[in-house]
């Protein structure tokens, strides 16, 4: 699984961060957006060819997938197309400042970032 590449389980799926030194790497969801939702990263039609109404990333639903998840991960959801480089720095900046990211999720998509900075993928 890339940086960017999504996957259908009841909800879109992204890939938020480069893997850790063990394969790790954190997923998000894209949900509706609803009134009085956490709206640090709110994805409008056409953003992704997924996305038909205002969506959010639900910050409060991040995971944390080993390398052995990832695997069952690829066998048994659908691929979608990938974000865009400009929407994933969008969903990994709004996870650094929701309320709803913690602590462990935040640190992850971080070291990612620094990480891409530099060139890493």
């Keep these: ?37 956490d709206e640090n990263c709110i994805i409008e039609p056409g953003e992704h060819s997924f996305v038909h109404n205002k969506t959010v990333i639900a910050y409060e639903r991040a995971i944390v997938l080993d390398v052995q998840q990832q ?20 969903i990994q900046e709004g996870a650094l400042v929701s309320d709803l990211s913690s602590p462990k999720i935040q640190g992850m998509i971080k070291a990612s970032m620094d990480r891409q900075a530099r060139g890493e993928r």
């Design 1 to 37: 699984m890339n940086l960017g590449d999504t996957f259908y389980q009841d909800h879109l799926w992204v890939v938020s961060s480069l893997p850790t030194d063990d394969g790790s790497i954190v997923i998000l969801n894209f949900t509706s957006w609803r009134s009085g939702c």
């Design 71 to 90: 695997k069952t991960v690829v066998s048994l959801c659908p691929s979608r197309d990938a974000v865009s480089p400009v929407l994933l720095k969008r």
